[in-house]
Nanobody, 114 residues
Framework: VQLVESGGGLVQAGGSLRLSCAYS????????MGWYRQAPGKQRELVAV???????DYADSVKGRFSISRDNAKNTVLLQMNSLKPEDTAVYYC?????????WGQGTQVTVSS
């Protein structure tokens, strides 16, 4: 079982980034997948979810700015982030939703400067 996130970086407010997550392991098959984030000193929060059929849901804080997608054949989940704000600064992780795998990936750092 493996979760590998990539695509983070430093961007100015209003900019865009696309995060990618490659996952392996049968425990993720047919399960909803999501992107989570954790800012310094804060709890990890779920910001975007996509189920096997492609139905999506978003936290209010990112609705209209972030878009999640998945390629089931390639075992990847993407997060397109537009109109980024300084408060989006965090380490971003992907994992299953509902029953996350306990072995989280290393995450990818997103830093948005004002």
């Amino acid at each position: 079982v493996q979760l590998v996130e990539s695509g983070g970086g430093l961007v100015q407010a209003g900019g865009s980034l696309r995060l990618s997550c490659a996952y392996s392991g049968s425990i993720f098959s047919n399960n909803p997948m999501g992107w989570y984030r954790q800012a310094p000193g804060k709890q990890r929060e779920l910001v975007a979810v996509i189920n096997w059929a492609g139905t999506t849901d978003y936290a209010d804080s990112v609705k209209g700015r972030f878009s999640i997608s998945r390629d089931n054949a390639k075992n990847t989940v993407l997060l397109q982030m537009n109109s980024l704000k300084p408060e989006d600064t965090a380490v971003y992780y992907c994992n299953a939703v509902g029953r996350p795998y306990p072995g989280w990936g290393q995450g990818t750092q997103v830093t948005v400067s004002s």
